[in-house]
């Protein structure tokens, strides 16, 4: 009966542990809101102003318009135009272009949802050496993510099944 009864102590112990670690995540706060560097201003105020890094002619001044980066975050990298993009000044600007976005609103999203990540990791696998080279397609490199929604959806299941475990055990 004793060994009954530390073994069921130690289960609850780890379990307390393990909804302790998930509580501090779940208490974490939101990432998906517009970080501005503490400066109060109109969200449509920051939007607008991190759509300007498209337009700006400081930045985008050799790179062809239609391998530009959009604000629907698409790259319109043509097959025959890859080694040029990859080396030329058309990749430089597209970070400069990054940059500028990212110190405007870090967390981003363009159109089609992608992220400044995304559109970094897009070019990388697409300039590498690679199976992926010249593949600029934005999409995927969403999609091989994840959404945040899901990742949320499993650290609750893995809590109520920690809890449900736990109450099992103790009866």
Request: net charge negative; with cysteine.
């Amino acid at each position: 009966m004793a060994l009954s009864f530390t073994f069921k102590f130690w289960v609850l112990a780890i379990a307390m542990v393990c909804m302790s670690i998930f509580c501090f995540y779940l208490g974490k706060a939101d990432e998906g809101l517009p970080q501005t560097g503490g400066v109060a201003r109109d969200p449509a105020q920051i939007v607008a102003k991190a759509l300007l890094c498209f337009n700006d002619k400081y930045i985008y001044s050799s790179c062809e318009e239609s391998c530009r980066l959009t604000a629907s975050g698409n790259l319109g990298v043509p097959p025959g135009y890859i080694d040029e993009y990859c080396s030329g000044p058309c990749l430089s600007e597209t970070h400069l272009v990054l940059n500028c976005i990212e110190n405007i609103m870090t967390n981003f999203l363009f159109y089609n949802r992608a992220t400044i990540q995304d559109i970094r990791d897009t070019i990388q696998a697409g300039c590498g050496y690679g199976p992926e080279r010249g593949d600029f397609n934005v999409e995927e490199h969403i999609e091989a993510e994840g959404s945040s929604a899901s990742k949320a959806a499993t650290q609750i299941l893995i809590g109520i099944g920690s809890m449900i475990i736990a109450c099992t055990l103790l009866l």
